[in-house]
């Protein structure tokens, strides 16, 4: 089984809709992290948790919020969703490590469609 | 000016080829340095860590220079396998461990 899990894998949705993903993760890390990708591009980070009481916004937070029900599980909301965030979505876990950076182990991604 | 900049691409090589990408960055407090490996629509996966030292993994190379700021990955005797989008990572030096991540330069390996 994968260590870093995505749903839904794949979504298509209207504009206004409110939107919810999911990510759960069985590595036992603390961090996690959401990010999107648009074509051509690198990875943008959306939010970033550093445990289930510590949510913080990342460079691009305007019209999500998260949610960190647990160690293991990081959702990502849009409020409302607007055509210009249709992305790949991906979200991300890592254990901190050596002065608070170390690898990051990515989930499969969400494809996101806003009509 | 991008936190993270890495040559546009993309790289077009034959098989055996050696080839260089190059990655700068402008936080010169910045102290982690990655290369991550992603195939076409999945997820990003580490290629490797770069050290001061420099490092090498088999075909795989490396460096870090922190005075002129920029990383540098070299591949050689490239193989049809190696074909991906290669993606530059800097994090920063403090407990926040966040990482800003460049766009990418793809390379594409022929026979």
């Known amino acids: 089984d994968a260590d870093v899990t995505q749903t839904p894998r794949n979504r298509i949705t209207k504009t206004g809709k409110r939107i919810m993903l999911e990510c759960s993760q069985t590595k036992g890390h603390d961090r996690m992290y959401w990010y999107r990708q648009d074509p051509g591009l690198g990875l943008r980070l959306i939010y970033y948790s550093f445990d289930v009481k510590d949510i913080n916004k990342g460079e691009i937070s305007d019209g999500y919020s998260v949610s960190r029900q647990a160690q293991a599980k990081f959702s990502l909301s849009l409020e409302s969703a607007i055509p210009n965030q249709t992305a790949l979505y991906f979200c991300?876990?890592?254990?901190?490590?050596?002065?608070?950076?170390?690898?990051?182990?990515f989930g499969p991604g969400t494809r996101l469609t806003v009509l | 000016r991008k936190e993270v900049e890495q040559d546009p691409g993309p790289f077009n090589v034959p098989e055996g080829a050696t080839v260089a990408f190059n990655c700068t960055y402008s936080?010169?407090?910045?102290?982690?340095f990655f290369w991550y490996r992603q195939d076409c629509r999945k997820e990003p996966k580490l290629l490797m860590s770069v050290y001061s030292s420099g490092n090498e993994d088999g075909r795989f190379t490396a460096q870090l220079n922190r005075a002129s700021q920029y990383i540098s990955l070299l591949i050689r005797d490239s193989k049809l396998s190696d074909s991906a989008t290669y993606l530059c990572?800097?994090?920063?030096?403090?407990?926040?461990?966040?990482?800003?991540f460049g766009d990418g330069t793809t390379l594409t390996v022929k026979p």
């Open positions: 991300a876990t890592s254990d901190g490590g050596l002065a608070g950076v170390s690898e990051q182990f």
């Open positions: 936080n010169s407090a910045s102290q982690s």
């Open positions: 990572v800097v994090n920063e030096n403090t407990n926040a461990g966040k990482s800003t």
